[in-house]
């Protein structure tokens, strides 16, 4: 692997990171959005409609060798219309709340752990005491997995 296409992979974990980070934040809050809304009941269905709306006018995807990466847009919106279906079915949906809530958190969870791996990654290329102590094969051995580990959690089920 030349110097160029080592750049460039360290621009696509950036990008990645960038979008990992952002996802980890918008699914919290999210989460907490799902739980008050499950709470307070009334109005819920007609809030995510609005925000269905908003996301679903903001929807992407972006495309390079390895597949489909969603902005996180995209990812809310599926957020979105579950948690929508789920009010809509009436007091059973609103029984699996709970359940959703639970996997929002795990998927945070999993998006807080590929950040980290990311992050770990970059550290090893761009640190001063990384940079000495690392060879090129393993900073990109790390830049791999991390960024496998992170396009995992942005795209779950594809395997690139």
């Known amino acids: 692997m ?56 903001r929807a992407d995807a972006d495309c390079d060798q390895d597949g489909f990466i969603p902005n996180k847009e995209m990812l809310l919106l599926s957020v979105v219309r579950r948690a929508r279906s789920a009010l809509e079915s009436g007091p059973a949906g609103l029984a699996d709340a709970p359940s959703e809530i639970a996997t929002l958190r795990k998927e945070r969870d999993e998006a807080r752990e590929a950040l980290r791996e990311c992050q770990s990654a970059l550290a090893m290329m761009v640190s001063p005491g990384s940079i000495q102590t690392t060879s090129t094969v393993q900073a990109y051995a790390a830049a791999m997995a991390a960024e496998v580990r992170a396009r995992s959690v942005l795209s779950p089920g594809e395997e690139g």
């Open 2 to 57: 030349n110097h160029d296409e080592m750049v460039e992979k360290l621009r696509r974990i950036n990008r990645t990171y960038d979008l990992a980070r952002g996802i980890h934040f918008e699914i919290a809050r999210a989460a907490d959005l799902i739980e008050a809304q499950a709470r307070e009941g009334a109005g819920a269905v007609e809030a995510l409609a609005e925000c269905e709306d908003y996301f679903d006018n």
